[in-house]
């Protein structure tokens, strides 16, 4: 008694129409369709202005409580269909619009249902049918319920579907709602509805496709579309995307009957692409019986869904694919989806092979792939590439992002209509990496945009032996994907059509929104991590549920033997026949000798290597540039057109002009000249991190911004000469590991570009780590794979603290490959060349801009290309030292490997006492203090500027100039750190051991750099001090 005159009170307030009403109220009142329509329009008119009705409703709904929420769309629907049809809606309604359609005045139309108690209804004022004010209150109450009804198997539908083969962890039994009934989760409470009631007719509303062609249902067959659209084999989690387009669209795919439902010659084709993808792990596991596969057992539907993908998309002109995934699967995915040759598959368990070229390899199953082939259902060409990766789940996300935009860029494929990404992932990963959420945050941003990946979860409820209780915080693993919005459609990958639709939903969901989207296919793993993996260890109460669970192929097979659509003897015939193509690869496969990794290659750079004769040149293009092209750059990037800028930015245009006429060149001048010469040669430049555009040291500035006028920007380097290639400079995400991996995708995929990313502070490359170590620093190892990124990493010791001043040398250094104790064999020729070649970085710190001009263009003169770290300065932006003549870099000048001294010292080097060796910043502080301590005469100091690979040969002939010098390798880091432990070794080698290196510098620290500046300082002239000691 009480709940229901809680509840009426509730509807009483709803319905009492506020006296100062709003104006669509009012005029509702006076006149529904003049009010409605915005005119006096007729009525079959009504249908193609129900947007503008809709809008002024909402408008008015946020003035009043009687048109507010979702009863606003109700009173709407109720009025739309009473305009259709009077009889269709209750005659409660009929006659309050009968009412106001009659000019009953504000606040007459309708009949407020008694008070509590009070006494029955009095007669309506306004001449109007009188109404039972108790009857409009249950009949609104229940179709507000249905209402609620609906939109609660929308939002929360997925929490009580069918998700789990096993039957083990419907993600509400692992939540609190696990104690509540399926009504509580649904509509928070039980449903309000009678066993009589079931039969009543509710009219739909228009956020429900469920009635297909019908505008109204019985109650009964509501809840039963809702269940099969929500609740069976798909879980569709979309109602939290704040776009009604959208939604809609999404509501469009699942929830007309039958929407799911496919042909016969697509069940089919499913079974026989399932076929192929069990029976290609029951050969191998028949074959290899102790190997590892990471078999796809238990997700054997993978290999159809994502076939259906990729046949979908390429319906609507994707003809190129850029993959990335991780172990499980994987060679199923090369075999069945890329349609690598079996036997090259094969002949990789065998370990006897050969090794076809250079590098170090990888396993099977991290190895990348390249391949064109026409699709069968499409009949287009199409190209497939599965990006390689190391061990370190979801790395690779960024990194095909990034490879997936290049292409996009060289193709002009603005939207992404030609090529698009699919990104594979585990469960444990997907919800444990933190790369997949900064490669999320990358999908929306203008110049990071793939325009929409597919993702898809191999969602075998288990990371290695961790189940999902242990391994996240979140109901599904899929929630990372909310952050941008995109929808989530979770499948019961036992039903084979269902995984079908949802592959299809997805891929048509890429292809009209160009938004990320995900499939969660809910699996098991029917092996252990590998199959050398004990499961029942950790998990044997799955693992009993498992060994009883018939495989998918069998499930669906024998579904399809009922259904009449394959026979016995049709089965037999496609198993034996796929079996025989196995077994025909494999013996084709024994015949293979040598493993090549070069055939692996994920982005294959045709004809880049080699000449027509198949001979690469070891020879450097000129680096420089003619005078009247240095000019042209540098009065192009002084100008900023016809923008108003800011008065500061003004001065330092004004400076660069003034430079330029003086023929002379700052950093930023450097670096823009050697970017806007690769432009005018028609390679294409892109910076990308944070806040490159204007540059952290507010000394770059290639982006102008207007004062007044907002976005009105201005790129000189974009405005050079006519047929230029594009210059993009962008301001990344706030992340390191995701924009790096990006960075590095992009480089890949066409040789001809120069790709940069920018540290903030050098420092914080360490949060890209993964990317650094298994990516750039190995991958050609690996993988033959060649990349020329270039990585600028702000470094120096400036007193800033501990944080800013290390972009941490040592690191990178340790991982140089050349050899400390070994002299190269010859120092001649194209050594310089062939030492580039053999290294796997190439790392140097700059001292003049002319320097870092040439290092930059050399990326792309090579005949090959390597990764280039950078060390770059902050206090030599602006140092007035720090700056170059154009003579530096006109035609036949170089990159230096090293700046010999050129002061006194070097005219009489017999006399000269001390040979500094240096590397950066350091050198001006050292020549300063050498001048001022009157010792110019007795020390030469030499600038090491290409610290790997070690120039041997320039070092020896330095120090032979010194005869009688004692050397010293000196460095503002702390002894630990630094370039110490890579240059000592490799000074020691190139003097034959016959000289000894002496260290000058801060001791050994635990952190980088000191905490104040004060303490610097101090260090900084026992420094000094040290490096002339005993002088
Ligand atoms: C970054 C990273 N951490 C740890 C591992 C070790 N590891 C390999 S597979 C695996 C479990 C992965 O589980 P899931 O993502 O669910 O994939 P599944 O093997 O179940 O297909 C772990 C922890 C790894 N490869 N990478
Ligand atoms: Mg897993």
Known sequence: MLRSQASFRVLQQMFTLNRTSSVLTRNLARNPIKTLCGSNAPRRHYASTSLTNQQATAAAAKAEPFLSGSNTLYIEEMYESWLEDPKSVHKSWDAYFKNVSAGALPGQAYQSPPDIGSSPMSAPQAGGIPIDGAQIKEVVDKHLSVQSLIRGYQIRGHLCSDLDPLDISVPALRSKDSMKSKESIIMGRPYPFGEAEMNNIYQLPQTTMIGGEEKSLPLHEIIKR???????SIGVEYMFINNYEQCNWIRQQFEPPGITKLTDNEKRLAWERLLRSTKFEDFLAKKWTSEKRFGLEGCEMLIPGLKTIIDCASEKGVDSFVMGMPHRGRLNVLANVIRK???????????????????????????????????????????????????????????????????????????????????????AAFSGQGVVYETFHLSDLPDYTSHGTIHVVVNNQIGFTTDPRHSRSSPYCTDVAMVVRAPIFHVNADDVEAVIHVCKVAAEWRMKFHKDVVIDLVCYRRNGHNEMDEPMFTQPLMYQKIRNHPNVFKIYTDKLKTEGLVEQADIDNKVNEYDQICENSLEASKKIDELNFRHWLDSPWKGFFQDVYGNVELKVADTGVPEEVIQHIGKTFSQNADLTIHGGLRRVMKARNEMVNDRIIDWALGEALAIGSLLKDGTHVRLSGQDVERGTFSHRHHKLHDQKEDRKVYVPLNDLYPNQATYTVCNSSLSEYGVLGFELGYSMTNPNSLVLWEAQFGDFNNTAQCIIDQFISSGQAKWI???????????????????????????????????????????????????????????????????????????????????????????????????????????????????????????????????????????????????????????????????????????????????????????????????YDYCKPRMRTACGWTRRIHYTGRKPEAAPAAGSKAEHLKQQKALYDDAFRKL
């Not at 809702?226 to 069976?232: G, H, Q, T, V």
């Not at 250079?358 to 792939?369: A, N, P, R, T």
């Not at 990124?789 to 050349?818: C, I, K, T, W």
């Open 785 to 979: 794979r060649m990349s020329g990124l270039v990585l600028l990493l702000p470094h120096g010791y400036e007193g800033m603290g501990p944080e800013h001043s290390s972009a941490r040398p040592e690191r990178f250094l340790q991982m140089q490959n050349d050899d400390p104790d070994h002299f190269p064999d010859s120092i001649v020729g194209d050594f310089v060349v062939r030492q580039l070649q053999d290294a796997n970085w190439i790392i140097a710190n700059c001292t003049t801009p002319a320097n870092l001009f040439h290092i930059l263009r050399r990326q792309t003169a090579l005949p090959f290309r390597k990764p280039l770290i950078i060390f770059t300065p902050k206090s030599l932006l602006r140092h007035p030292l720090a700056r170059s003549s154009f003579n530096e870099m006109l035609p036949g000048t170089e990159f230096q490997r090293i700046i010999p001294d050129n002061g006194p010292a070097s005219e009489n080097p017999e006399k000269c006492r001390r040979l500094i060796f240096c590397t950066g910043k350091v050198y001006y502080d050292i020549l300063k203090e050498r001048s001022d301590r009157g010792l110019v005469d007795d020390v030469a100091i030499t600038r090491i500027e290409q610290i790997a690979p070690f120039p041997f040969d320039l070092v020896q002939a330095e120090m032979n100039k010194y005869p009688n010098a004692g050397i010293h390798w000196l460095q503002e880091e702390h002894k630990n750190m630094g370039f």
């Open 341 to 427: 040759d079996l036997d090259q598959i094969f002949c990789q368990f065998d370990s006897n092979l050969r090794k076809g070229d250079e590098g170090s390899g990888d396993v099977k199953y991290h190895l990348g792939m390249s391949h064109q082939r026409i699709n069968h259902v499409t009949n287009k060409l199409i190209n497939l590439s599965l990006c390689a990766n190391p061990s370190h789940l979801e790395a690779v996300d960024p990194v095909v992002q990034g490879k997936t935009k290049a292409e996009q860029f060289y193709l002009n494929d603005n939207e992404g209509d030609k090529v698009m990404s699919i990104l594979l992932h585990g469960d």
């Open 226 to 232: 809702l269940e099969s659209s929500y609740c069976r």
